[in-house]
T-cell receptor, first 114, second 115 residues
Framework: KQEVTQIPAALSVPEGENLVLNCSFT??????LQWFRQDPGKGLTSLLL?????REQTSGRLNASLDKSSGRSTLYIAASQPGDSATYLC?????????????FGTGTLLAVQP | GAGVSQTPSNKVTEKGKYVELRCDPI?????LYWYRQSLGQGPEFLIY????????DSGLPNDRFFAVRPEGSVSTLKIQRTERGDSAVYLC?????????????FGPGTRLTVL
């Protein structure tokens, strides 16, 4: 059974700081892992999808890495801005391999102070 | 093109009533998903459609919940005899082909409140 854990649950940083959000998963037989952003009262916005063969994926100031052997993924945000304030969720496939059932962590609530 | 849309955005109902929640996926996406999100939690999988058929309904909590996608596009999540514990945000997502290898794109959700 896949379980996803995110640490920390909440994080507050001053503007301009670089930061790392952590995600761990129990079933490492996954083809990919997805990071999402959720603003209050809104749906989820896909940020990055990392295929297991890629190990790392970048989009602008965001960089996500995936280490299947250790069951971990990190989301690195460079030069944080107040507009980055949101909840960040990671999601892994629910069974081994490629599956459509995503298992989500409870998220990290990020506040970037101006 | 347009993203995933969901209607209504908010639904308030009384305990015991029947509700329908609608999802319009991104045009051309064959896979459609329903999730439920309670306050302070991540989304929880309910059901996945590939085309018109439910390929995985393992997340439906009980037989009061049912979903259809008759023409392989729009989907409706139906909840009978609603209970207060059904209150949550119901999220719909779609992806191009399914198979677990492509990005799921989410709609804004329907906030269901059962009084």
């Amino acid at each position: 059974k896949q379980e996803v854990t995110q640490i920390p649950a909440a994080l507050s940083v001053p503007e301009g700081e670089n930061l790392v959000l952590n995600c761990s998963f129990t079933d490492s037989a996954i083809y990919n892992l997805q990071w999402f952003r959720q603003d209050p009262g809104k749906g989820l916005t896909s940020l990055l999808l990392i295929q297991s063969s890629q190990r790392e994926q970048t989009s602008g100031r965001l960089n996500a890495s995936l280490d299947k052997s250790s069951g971990r993924s990190t989301l690195y945000i460079a030069a944080s801005q107040p507009g980055d304030s949101a909840t960040y969720l990671c999601a892994a496939p629910g069974y081994g391999g490629a599956t459509n059932k995503l298992i989500f962590g409870t998220g990290t609530l990020l506040a970037v102070q101006p | 093109g347009a993203g995933v849309s969901q209607t209504p955005s908010n639904k308030v109902t009384e305990k015991g009533k029947y509700v329908e929640l609608r999802c319009d996926p991104i045009s051309g996406h064959t896979a459609l998903y329903w999730y439920r999100q309670s306050l302070g939690q991540g989304p929880e999988f309910l059901i996945y459609f590939q085309g018109t058929g439910a390929a995985d309904d393992s997340g439906l909590p009980n037989d009061r919940f049912f979903a259809v996608r008759p023409e392989g596009s729009v989907s409706t999540l139906k909840i009978q005899r609603t209970e207060r514990g059904d209150s949550a945000v119901y999220l719909c997502a779609s992806s191009f082909a399914g198979g677990g290898t492509d990005t799921q794109y989410f709609g804004p959700g329907t906030r269901l409140t059962v009084l």
